[in-house]
């Protein structure tokens, strides 16, 4: 290893493919709320972002609060059976791990259904440290996710390394003074064509390229 000790992930997208559960949760909101469904490009220009500011944004006349109500309702009745690993991340996860790099998962999600998506897949064993928005008082792209995770895990942020598929994702790491890495098969494309300060500082198309990118650094 060179001067890298330390991988963040984030979840939705990158490592779990929960595209498909979010953007039922939201059309069974829409229609709860609204009686009408939302093209699916609104949706998506939401991922990353805490769920509440989207609800305020995408509902200005309602209680926010019982906008998330409905959403996380819908959600978790459905959420174990809709939900896949991406393609090839348990591999780079296994790769990763058997390197002797550490790891954690740093998410916006909540605990809750973090920990169903992860004991589903038997992902637990992957992680020396999970830090969800349980844990913390600002969400991504604020950097306290992520320093939460490094602070556990005893790194410092010039030796991490943070993958994940948003903007919000690649602020949160840079904000941390971490090295970001787009997950460029991510559905969520709000960081894919970023420049300036916002642009990932590398990007991968496939899992499998994750190991040799970190053992480069």
Not at 133 to 152: F, G, V
Request: with cysteine; net charge negative; charged share 25%.
């Amino acid at each position: 290893m060179g001067k890298i000790t330390t991988v963040l992930y984030d979840y939705d997208g990158t490592l779990m493919d929960t595209n498909q559960i979010i953007v039922d949760s939201w059309q069974h909101t829409f229609m709860t709320l609204e009686g009408k469904k939302h093209p699916e490009e609104e949706i998506y220009a939401t991922f990353g972002e805490p769920l509440r500011d989207s609800m305020e944004a995408m509902f200005p006349d309602q209680d926010p609060d019982k906008a998330v109500d409905i959403y996380r309702e819908y959600q978790y009745g459905h959420y174990e059976s809709q939900i896949k690993m991406c393609p090839n991340a348990i591999v780079m996860l296994t790769m990763i791990k058997a390197a002797g790099y550490k790891s954690a998962l740093v998410t916006a999600r909540l605990k809750y259904t973090t920990m169903k998506g992860l004991e589903k897949f038997g992902l637990e064993k992957f992680f020396d440290t999970i830090v969800t928005c349980d844990e913390c008082e600002k969400s991504k792209p604020d950097p306290e996710p992520a320093l939460t995770a490094l602070r556990q895990l005893g790194a410092k942020p010039e030796e991490a390394v943070m993958l994940g598929d948003t903007i919000n994702d690649i602020k949160c790491a840079k904000n941390a003074g971490v090295i970001s890495v787009f997950a460029g098969w991510a559905k969520a494309d709000s960081a894919r064509n970023a420049e300036g300060a916002d642009a990932p500082d590398h990007e991968i198309d496939d899992p499998m390229q994750m190991l040799g990118l970190v053992n480069s650094l």
